[in-house]
């Protein structure tokens, strides 16, 4: 068995252990990503060679960057993730769906997308069919195309129960993934809420822990709490720690 593929016998402190046990095992649960608005062709071209270097789960990339990224890693295995509804999620329906179209012709494959937050807090019956369906029209084009979908809830901005919701809805529409955070609210990832998560995914689902994740300490908290892939945009810095090697500089700020 591969811990670090097969989720039908998933186990946090085995799948952790095996993850922590070399780079090349750490560097494929990272998500190596760069999502801040003023990112330039340069830095997303580093940002592709690095993940081709190392040999990350991913490189996460803003919708317009995408061709540039799948252009920059062709050949190389690595996949191009994307985000979409981005940061907010709050975005039409039909707009996560045109813009999933878009990027998936391109040539991306992870597919992280933000749940409609407001509408979920809005709270009736038919509020969490609509989320549910927002989400599975992502989802089904996807799949459709070979993708996977990550759910990104925003964890730091639900209550308890309505993580327990977004959770369920989010895995009833098809998800691949449950995912923390964008990295651009009011908080990130945290190992209870990655718990939480592991919970209702069980062996059905992936979680991915992102927000704030910029040490090997972060990473291998969240790895042994039950997330199976970290998205960070200090993965070379995560890897150089588990290596020994102590950076000259301060692990980057944000995502």
Same mark, same amino acid.
């Given at each position: 068995?591969?811990?670090?593929?097969?989720?039908?016998?998933?186990?946090?402190?085995?799948?952790?252990?095996?993850?922590?046990?070399?780079?090349?095992?750490? +560097?494929?649960?990272?998500?190596?990503?760069?999502?801040?608005?003023?990112?330039?062709?340069?830095? !997303?071209?580093?940002?592709?060679?690095? %993940?081709?270097?190392?040999?990350?789960?991913?490189?996460?990339?803003?919708?317009?960057?995408?061709?540039? /990224?799948?252009?920059?890693? /062709?050949?190389?295995?690595?996949? !191009?993730?994307?985000?979409?509804?981005?940061?907010?999620?709050?975005?039409?329906? %039909?707009?996560?769906?045109? =813009?999933?179209?878009?990027?998936?012709?391109?040539?991306?494959?992870?597919?992280?997308?933000?749940?409609?937050?407001?509408?979920?807090?809005?709270?009736?019956?038919?509020?969490?069919?609509? *989320?549910?369906?927002?989400? #599975?029209?992502?989802?089904?084009?996807?799949?459709?195309?070979?993708?996977?979908?990550? *759910?990104?809830? =925003?964890?730091?901005?639900?209550?308890?129960?309505?993580?327990? #919701?977004?959770?369920?809805?989010?895995? +009833?529409? @098809?998800?691949?993934?449950?995912?923390?955070?964008?990295?651009?609210?009011?908080?990130?990832?945290?190992?209870?809420?990655? %718990?939480?998560?592991?919970?209702?995914?069980?062996? #059905?689902?992936?979680?991915?822990?992102?927000?704030?994740?910029?040490?090997?300490?972060?990473?291998?908290?969240?790895?042994? +709490?039950?997330?199976?892939? $970290? @998205?960070?945009? /200090?993965?070379?810095? $995560?890897?150089?720690?588990?290596?020994?090697?102590?950076?000259?500089?301060?692990?980057?700020?944000?995502?």
């Amino acid at each position: 068995m591969n811990t670090l593929t097969d989720l039908k016998t998933y186990d946090a402190a085995t799948f952790a252990a095996t993850a922590l046990s070399s780079a090349a095992h750490l +560097a494929a649960t990272l998500d190596h990503t760069l999502l801040k608005p003023e990112a330039t062709r340069n830095q !997303v071209l580093q940002l592709c060679a690095e %993940a081709a270097e190392h040999r990350f789960a991913c490189a996460m990339v803003n919708p317009f960057w995408v061709s540039t /990224a799948v252009a920059a890693l /062709a050949g190389t295995g690595v996949s !191009v993730g994307v985000v979409i509804g981005f940061p907010l999620g709050a975005s039409l329906s %039909a707009s996560k769906r045109d =813009e999933t179209v878009r990027v998936l012709k391109q040539g991306a494959h992870d597919v992280d997308v933000v749940l409609n937050v407001g509408l979920l807090k809005s709270g009736t019956a038919e509020d969490f069919e609509h *989320v549910q369906q927002d989400i #599975r029209g992502v989802v089904e084009l996807a799949h459709g195309s070979g993708a996977i979908v990550k *759910v990104i809830l =925003e964890t730091c901005l639900l209550s308890f129960e309505e993580k327990h #919701r977004a959770s369920e809805l989010c895995l +009833a529409a @098809g998800a691949d993934f449950l995912k923390t955070s964008t990295g651009f609210s009011t908080g990130g990832a945290t190992v209870d809420d990655i %718990a939480l998560l592991r919970t209702h995914a069980g062996t #059905r689902a992936g979680v991915k822990a992102s927000g704030g994740i910029r040490s090997l300490a972060d990473a291998k908290a969240m790895l042994e +709490a039950g997330a199976n892939r $970290i @998205g960070a945009s /200090a993965s070379v810095r $995560i890897l150089s720690e588990l290596a020994g090697i102590v950076p000259t500089s301060s692990a980057p700020s944000g995502y």
